[in-house]
């Protein structure tokens, strides 16, 4: 293997494991694509188009990870010795240019998808690159934690859109009522990944790493995710009675709401290791498992066509 592909695929296993974001954005992709054509009233058909338009999601995900990279390397270098940068595996010029290469070939995957397509991945794009330079408003926004997460984490709604566009062939700004809260959703279940991965029981915590659980404390850090996952039960209950998905899809649905609640309980009566440690855990698998039960919901009610 040549030097250049066993680099990256290191790095690509130590901080972008490809099987599992694969998983995640099938299901992710799933569940935004049959929520947009039904909202338009649009048979579920597969096809390249499909493929391609995941992929492109794929693709954004590994560069916005390149991205966070290059702007931790220097605190990696005091905090995250180990990360690929920090120790030299991977240069940030080369990450620049890896970067700067997934971003052609997502725009050249929407160009071949359709126009609506092209036009939405390159906002997305746009919006990715200003959230690289931190909006421009780094030092001021870099010690506002959750701020800077909030704003981050927007960039989903963006690929939300792109994702309604790849499969309806429509313009994003003409979404109907219903997928606009699906939009919603998806800045929800990532701020729930969010919150959850960097919250701490007391005896984790660590002086130089920054935390919500640090920042918020216990109570405050475990309420935040239980808002977020409120909001997103909702909204899931809201698609089930418009498109009629039915009891399974229902019961699911608070089965993953009363999971997080009881995590984010435990977490904020104990903050200890161990239900800190469930609670990341929860929080983690939050945004497959939403994913996996509004495409069953679908699938299940409705069905797909395969077009070959």
């Not at 390397?73 to 990360?83: A, E, F, G, M, Q």
């Not at 219903?178 to 984790?204: D, H, P, S």
């Not at 009891?247 to 009881?262: A, E």
């Not at 435990?266 to 990341?280: G, Q, W």
Request: net charge positive; with cysteine; charged share 15%.
């Amino acid at each position: 293997m040549p030097d250049l592909l066993k680099r990256w695929w290191i790095f690509s296993k130590e901080r972008f494991s490809l099987l599992r974001h694969a998983v995640l954005i099938l299901f992710y992709f799933s569940a935004n694509a049959l929520v947009a054509l039904n909202s338009e009233s649009l048979k579920a058909i597969a096809s390249y188009k499909e493929v391609l338009g995941a992929l492109t999601v794929l693709l954004i995900f590994f560069h916005l990870r390149i991205f966070d990279e290059i702007k931790d390397y220097k605190n990696d270098l005091i905090v995250h010795k180990d990360r690929p940068l920090a120790r030299g595996l991977i240069k940030v010029r080369e990450a620049k240019l890896a970067a700067g290469f997934l971003i052609v070939l997502e725009l050249c995957l929407a160009f071949f998808i359709n126009q609506a397509a092209f036009i939405a991945v390159l906002c997305t794009v746009l919006y990715s690159l200003v959230m690289y330079k931190e909006f421009f408003i780094g030092n001021w926004l870099r010690p506002k934690m959750a701020t800077y997460a909030l704003a981050h984490t927007l960039v989903s709604c963006w690929m939300s859109v792109y994702i309604y566009s790849a499969v309806t062939g429509f313009n994003f700004w003409r979404i109907s009522k219903a997928y606009g809260l699906f939009v919603l959703v998806n800045w929800m279940i990532f701020n729930i990944f969010e919150f959850g991965r960097k919250t701490f029981g007391r005896e984790e915590e660590e002086e130089l790493v920054e935390s919500y659980s640090k920042r918020l404390g216990a109570i405050r850090a475990a309420f935040n995710v239980v808002f977020m996952a409120t909001v997103a039960m909702y909204i899931a209950v809201r698609i089930g009675d418009i498109y009629s998905l039915g009891t399974f899809y229902i019961v699911s649905v608070y089965l993953l709401y009363g999971l997080t609640l009881l995590a984010g309980s435990l977490y904020a009566v104990h903050n200890d290791k161990s239900s800190a440690k469930i609670f990341r855990g929860v929080c983690s698998i939050f945004i497959l498992f939403y994913n996996v039960i509004i495409t069953l919901g679908f699938l299940l009610s409705r069905g797909i066509i395969w077009q070959y």
